[in-house]
């Protein structure tokens, strides 16, 4: 208990002070927000008009101070570029509740295929004996690592897309209209995310399996008289899994915060690409908020890793 | 997390140089496609490019490069939403596809002979898409609204010369103005809104237009259905059309190679050559002035010498060549081609192609026999700007001019270079509306506008003579000096209007160009198999 409260605490202090961070970041980067929207055909007098609009007059730490009292009040404001209707911008909570879900469902979906295939494929490549398939395996996992994620959204979409016609490339549809659809698209973006982190978490899982196979205790466990099967599932693979798990966190937290690269290249509008693109129009309010939700989820997931850990491994919290 | 942070931003740039890297990589191979581009240049100027049948119904989608920034049609600057805002509202006159206005709201109009009144005649039988008819009051309200009678604040500048509109009777409207002007009609074209709904919580955008607005995603699109009472008899022959936001163009070349977009505006001369042949590519020129802006008020470019010695050195025919494949028109001064009547070709003067000579000679008459040093600016995000930036970098060293490429974010660009000036030359391009005067404005010394900082009395006395004529025949002679003045004193190094080039599905047709940023699909169809 705490425990939780303790991480409550640093919770609420990193949140203010990456806010305020972003804050300064906003008031240091060159570019401004009205200039951003209006562009270079605007006058004088429309820039003053929004500028008042968006309550941009006011000195800069009054208008931080009135920002975080909105949040604290469960208002987190409504977007500077955006509009929902003729005469009303697009508020926040809103604006971010309907990409959230894509960015959600697109990290559920990648993080079951890395799951799924990273582990058995770990024990596998641990297992092997055969020299080919380990040094193929090698080369396979180097090269998923190594190219980069635009890239291989590209040959994704080339592949499955032109190639093969699995899917119709942008052809994006809204979870709202079309859930079957929704899934369908998303499966080769989720493709796209899993490809380097399957290679990462099996080569993960291979190097720690291989070391706990020359532990005293596997050697113990085969004296006993344990079959080879039981000794890698039982054992092995149960000890080897625990520095895995934190990796996998690490891979959780980081595809909730939102996959900016294969959102831009599949063209989901999910919270990464909402980031960048509220970052080049300055679009305070939502970077704002975007920041704080990718802080939260960072952090909440490592709490919960560390629970969990503690869970698995009671060594942990006697210490 | 500010580190987070950091590594974001470095990561978009990242990407960003990668995606351009692999764009500037195919625009090599452009040169060797004589093929495509032979059948590119007999399909542009052109239209309609079939004339099969019409076919009524069905649905589009456009594939765009920018987000809305407003829903308001007054509001609205960027041409990325004009552009498109066009479909669903209509002002009291609007464009036509040859840079003409014709009656829209209005079934007539005339302007009183000192040029102060004027009185339009509403058509009858226009509907806004709630189904209500236009009437006087819709619009007095909104000319009121953009003119700033409303609550002090004008939403369109020039037509904050409105004094009054008066309603003579249901049909008839009269606005008086306080100073002539004959180019003033032109912002007529602003949208006419049902009378109230600009200050309506919950107001969808409701217009006149061909079609009207569904619904709109922030990242996702727009939606609009066709308008079943368009004044236009036959209009619109699409059910549908989806502007789909596409996030950067190498999705968008994938997506319509793939089927999810019918239409792809604004696409490089290397995308269009991909795409030749499973698409119809169709190019025309844009509204769009790229020039080498120069400083005026900066080190070397003080001296009108220098910056005439940069016109000499570049060579537009290869820029035009190189990044446009060869569908950009060179020009010389701030005015479009295509508004023939004013537009007055100089590109005599320095040369379509580089005259490295002469260039020479006018830096040495200048003190800078050895050349200088020259910081050329450019908006990262456009690609044409950026290629030509680098073709102009290579142009200019031969004449001793050692360029620096400063490529720059649009936001920052927008703030440091453009409003705060601080800068020595940028590769971009301005927009021009139909309004003949609209760009020559900007080269009048204390124009806030006047990005270059050009500084011209000769310039200055004759646009304040052009704004005292009472007619557009005599504006258009003062007009054709003025680009004269601003073409020999090199207020800046003037390349081309580069052509809007757009791919779109083999069995579309009817999409017309105009001469300003529109997309107008109420005269595009599918055409019967």
Known sequence: ?319 | MKKRLISFLLMTVLTMTALSACAGGTGESSEDNSSTEATTSTESGANTTQDAEPVYGGSVVVGIQQDIDSLDPHKATAAGTTEILFNIFEGLVKPDENGNLINAIASDYTISEDGLVYTFTLRDGVKFHNGNEVTAEDVKYSLDRVSGLLDGTPLVSTLSVITDVAILDEKTVQVTVDSPNPELIYSFTAAIIPAGSGEDENAAPIGTGPFSFVSYVPQEGIVLAKNTEYWQEGLPYLDEVTFKIISNVDTAMLDIKGGSVDVCPYLTDSQANELAGEFNIVSAPSNVVQALFLNCAKGPLADERVRQAICYALDKDAINEFVTGGNGVPISSAMLPTLEEYYVDLNEMYGNTANIEMAKQLLTEAGYPDGFDLEITVPSNYDVHVETTEVVAEQLKLAGINVTINPVEWGVWLEETYKGRKYEGTICGITSDMTPGYLLNRFVSDSKKNFVNFNSEKFDETYAKAQECLTLEEKAVYYRELQHILCEEAGSAFIQVPPITIAMNKNLAGYKFYPIYVQDMSTVYWVNQ
């Open chain 1, 1 to 319: 208990m705490k425990y939780i409260c303790k991480k409550i605490i640093t919770l609420i202090m990193t949140l203010f002070l990456v806010s305020a961070a972003a804050f300064l970041a906003f008031q240091v980067i060159p570019g401004d927000v009205v200039t951003s929207i209006l562009g270079t055909e605007a006058t004088p007098e429309m820039e003053e008009l929004l500028r008042e609009e968006l309550g941009l007059n006011d000195p800069p730490v009054e208008r931080y101070m009135n920002w975080v009292s909105g949040v604290l009040k469960g208002d987190l404001g409504v977007s500077y570029r955006y509009s929902k209707s003729m005469n009303e911008r697009m508020p926040v909570a809103e604006l971010i509740g309907d990409k959230l879900p894509v960015t959600l469902w697109l990290a559920f979906y990648s993080l079951i295929l890395i799951i799924v295939i990273s582990i058995p494929l770990g024990v596998l490549w641990a297992r092997s004996k055969n020299h080919y398939l380990d040094a193929a395996l090698n080369v396979i996992s180097q090269t998923a690592m190594a190219v980069p994620a635009f890239f291989l959204g590209i040959l994704v979409t080339y592949l499955f897309g032109i190639i093969l016609k699995c899917f119709t490339p942008g052809g994006y549809v809204s979870y709202r209209e079309d859930f079957a659809g929704f899934m369908h698209y998303l499966l080769f973006p989720a493709i796209s995310i899993a490809i380097p982190k399957i290679a990462m978490t099996a080569r993960f899982l291979r190097n720690s399996m291989l070391t706990e196979m020359r532990s005293d205790y596997v050697r113990t466990a085969y004296s006993k008289g344990c079959t080879n099967r039981r000794v890698m599932y039982a054992h092995v693979l149960r000890n080897a899994l625990m520095p895995v798990v934190t990796f996998l966190g690490m891979i959780i937290a980081e595809t909730i915060a939102g996959s900016i690269v294969v959102e831009q290249v599949f063209g989901l509008p999910g919270v990464g690409r909402l980031l960048i693109s509220s970052i080049s129009t300055r679009d305070f309010p939502v970077v704002e908020i975007l920041v704080l939700y990718i802080t939260s989820v960072v952090i909440i997931v490592y709490a919960l890793i560390d629970i969990l850990y503690r869970m698995i491994d009671p060594r942990i919290s006697s210490k």
